[in-house]
């Protein structure tokens, strides 16, 4: 029964920590970099321009439709890389894991890593396992890290929004937040409500490659796409419209968001982005967005003006205007 | 009173979380890559060979003689990028914070980690905070990721151990450890006795700079001498022999150390390296190591051998032979 279980040992560096990672982690991950085992992975790198992001996973509960915490680590990441116009190559993988968890899910997890990894073209090159007493942290937490390579030309940034800009939102929002909370309060199985947990980084090298011209990329998760515009509309100096109608949102999302009071703005995402896009050349971008099968629902949902900078404003559905601000206060901890 | 604490609302990704990394982050470790608030950071990297690492920290207590989890978190990640050969250059921080904690531990943790990194030469380029309901962790946990240039000719590895080296200590070992363990448990004070947390990329830096035949590097963090000892012996497949009357130990620590039946070789170090060094460089590169503040006591401990490949031998201090194992077992959980 033991050996079915973390123990504080495979967390000490020693004995058991080298037989967990040789046993478990290597047959996942195997690469050259990692299985070196050295305090960090060595590798070749371009001449260029690189971009360097990280996140901390604490998500619960750990298993939900649509992925898990360790495809969610993997994701996060490199969609957190290709938001800066970047190529992701290369990811670290901190775990730090309560005494007792259940090898099994450990094992799904880190196949479910494996897997994502594999998907979105990266290696997990190094890591950390930490194992702390029972109590000290809740099951599992994961922290990923990752490093790509921005392409010549690339220049993305929360900071340069410009007035006529067109903004894309690649498909329907708030699936992520809606599923956790619907699993987490243990709600009646919804077989269309799935989290969009996706790694974005061949949608955004498909639109690099119609044009270099994409200012911003934000994929709006904590805050969902309302606190992603407002950082923007304060970073660039800009203000943003939207309209309501145009935003894509499903169904079940939407029901379920109105019975909760929830707006689904303010609704986390793992599998969308916001792009905002050079005016002549956004419906070009738009056509090859759909056309990956994580933008298959894109929309342009409003654009760029030079008027009440910093703010947001949506025309709503039923033909008024009102102020759409970041988010404040919590709606679901433990989100992502 | 409220505001004393962290709040979920910190790690919301929305207008609290946007304050807090505004009024408290930004001020301490601002630089043009992180005050952009991207996804990611982005900069320029001249082509040739990086090293990426990452590592999370749980050591309980937050506080101790020397340090605290804040310098622990960039000297380690620092040191691991070190050991690699290379020249740190970017971390990154990634918080795990409980709710309630108090404001005032985490800017007293933020700002040592902002001195280590000014210490180290490094710049924290990017950063993610998450905020767990009360009880979800124990206080904080942080982990850090960093990447770093490995200068042309440079090749460390343990697998690069080969007959003939010797073996470097930088300086006393379990220094860290022992201060944990004494100030987890309430001991009486001990003025002399405190963690060797420090950041080691300048003394290897010095040790490069002799010559670039310096084949292993490693911190025997977790596990301590002894597994990484064991740890080189196995993926070089060398046999090692060390001297246990040339292995630095402070007197302090030796004598707890004896009262609990610790061995010195298995307890964790934060501000120390061992080398494998050519024959041939071995003495310059020790007094190159002598003159760096963070190598004062470095000694010779020993060689690599043709014999007993895979296996860590140590003359006794009364004239016997022993094998030195891997750590099994957990001596001190959250040390690091």
Redesign the interface.
């Known amino acids: 029964m033991k050996k079915d279980r973390i123990?504080?040992?495979h967390?000490?560096?020693?004995?058991?920590?080298?037989r967990l990672i040789a046993e478990m982690m290597l047959p996942l991950f195997d690469n050259p970099m990692l299985s070196?085992?050295?305090?960090?992975?060595?590798?070749?790198?371009?001449?260029?321009?690189?971009?360097?992001?990280?996140?901390?996973?604490?998500v619960?509960p750990l298993f939900f439709p649509g992925g898990n915490i360790g495809d969610l680590a993997i994701n996060g990441t490199v969609?957190?890389?290709a938001?800066?116009g970047?190529l992701p190559l290369?990811l670290?993988?901190?775990?730090?894991i309560e005494e007792g968890f259940p090898m099994q899910d450990l094992e799904a997890i880190l196949r479910s890593m494996s897997i994502s990894a594999e998907k979105a073209g990266v290696k997990i090159?190094?890591?950390?396992t930490?194992?702390?007493?029972r109590?000290?942290?809740?099951k599992i937490?994961i922290?990923t890290?990752g490093?790509?390579q921005?392409p010549e030309g690339v220049n993305?940034?929360?900071?340069n929004a410009r007035p006529g800009d067109k903004i894309i939102v690649s498909g329907t929002i708030g699936d992520h937040g809606i599923t956790i909370l619907h699993q987490r309060e243990g709600l009646s199985f919804d077989a269309q409500m799935k989290s969009d947990s996706a790694p974005l980084n061949h949608l955004v090298a498909r639109m690099l490659n119609i044009t270099k011209n994409i200012h911003v990329?934000?994929?709006p998760?904590?805050?969902g796409v309302a606190?992603a515009l407002n950082?923007i509309a304060a970073?660039s100096n800009v203000g943003i419209r939207i309209r309501e109608s145009d935003i894509p949102v499903k169904k079940n999302v939407a029901g379920f968001c109105s019975i909760l009071g929830l707006d689904p703005l303010?609704v986390?995402n793992e599998g969308k982005l916001i792009a905002f896009v050079e005016k002549r050349h956004a419906d070009e971008v738009l056509r090859a967005v759909k056309e990956d099968s994580c933008g298959r629902d894109a929309r342009i949902i409003g654009e760029v003006v030079s008027l009440h900078c910093g703010k947001v404003i949506m025309e709503t559905a039923i033909g008024g205007e009102r102020i759409v601000?970041?988010?404040?206060?919590?709606?679901l901890?433990?989100i992502c």
Chains 1, 2 share one sequence.
């Open positions: 123990l504080l040992d967390g000490s560096g020693g004995r058991m920590a080298n070196r085992l050295d305090d960090g992975a060595s590798f070749d790198i371009p001449d260029g321009r690189m971009a360097f992001s990280t996140d901390s996973y604490v619960d969609n957190d890389i938001m800066c970047a290369y670290s993988a901190g775990l730090i090159v190094t890591g950390d930490k194992v702390v007493p109590g000290a942290a809740d937490f922290n890290s490093i790509g921005i993305v940034s929360g900071e990329l934000r994929d998760t904590r805050g606190t950082e970073k303010f986390a601000n970041m988010l404040t206060g919590e709606q901890p433990r």
